[in-house]
């Protein structure tokens, strides 16, 4: 097996690093501890993705590289939208378009059936926020069953980092959270992870807050140039996405995500006392 040093990774996340590979190819290393089954679904679902003709990486074996599980994926060239972003900030209505157009193109496609249910995502998730009030939790389960059910590719996590850009080229990585589903309740959760990390200390700065603020406006003003009758319902779908993203345990974002969760359309709000926090 090829060694590696694993101080050196070309990157880092949550739940795995990235290490250079064969030529033409990345290892993405899982942390000890990370499910077996979990890399495995990765696989699978990538696997779906790149099939059905997305911008997306082709994904290969998988192995284990000095005590840890990993993937291997076709290298893709280029940096990611939020590198780019950072060192070159006044791009902010440039990027905040493109991401708009990638979004847009995706959910005009048509998805897999072997892709799970959003809904049941979703579901799933706010039932397993411990974080999440319970009477709160009963409300949104409710008003997720009566959501508009669509058969779009959504991605799940769709943000400036899972977005690598060459020149005029861009590739979305990170497939693992795609589901079959509503488009307005994936722009509702990238709408989620830009908001919440304006609102904590994910974002250190105030003119680094303005900038993202000003992406993020960016990126509703183009989508909704060609959605143009779905304001209401994607509104509907934030506090829903709020709720579930509490299953993701980020300390920093729990009573942030409460307050969102607790904006219900008025049907869902009778009966139902706003909590004083987690």
Request: proline share 6%.
């Amino acid at each position: 097996m090829k060694p590696i040093s694993q101080d050196k990774p070309v990157a880092s996340g949550r739940t795995a690093d990235v290490f250079d590979w064969d030529k033409g190819y990345i290892l993405k290393l899982f942390h000890n501890g990370f499910p077996l089954e979990d890399i495995e679904y990765e696989q699978k679902i990538a696997r779906i993705v790149h099939a059905r003709g997305l911008n997306s990486p082709a994904v290969g074996e998988l192995l284990q590289v000095e005590g840890r599980n990993g993937l291997i994926y076709a290298r893709v060239p280029g940096n990611s939208m939020l590198e780019i972003f950072q060192r070159q900030p006044w791009k902010v209505f440039q990027y905040g378009k493109m991401l708009a157009r990638l979004h847009a193109h995706m959910h005009a496609n048509v998805s897999s059936r072997e892709l799970p249910a959003q809904r049941k995502k979703l579901e799933n998730k706010l039932k397993a926020a411990d974080k999440l009030p319970a009477l709160l939790r009963t409300r949104l389960l409710k008003m997720l069953e009566v959501m508009p059910i669509r058969d779009r590719v959504c991605h799940g996590d769709f943000h400036p980092a899972n977005i690598l850009i060459s020149g005029k080229d861009a590739t979305i990585i990170d497939w693992i959270d795609a589901s079959r589903g509503n488009p307005l309740g994936d722009v509702a959760r990238t709408s989620i992870i830009l908001s919440g990390a304006v609102e904590s200390t994910q974002i250190p700065t105030r003119l680094q807050k303005i900038l993202v603020d000003s992406f993020h406006s960016t990126y509703l003003k183009y989508y909704f140039r060609q959605h143009r009758n779905g304001w209401d319902e994607y509104r509907a779908w934030l506090p829903l996405v709020a709720g579930a993203r509490l299953n993701e345990n980020i300390p920093e974002l729990e009573q942030w995500l409460v307050k969102q969760a607790e904006i219900l359309p008025a049907p869902f709000k009778i009966g139902y006392k706003v909590s004083k926090g987690v």
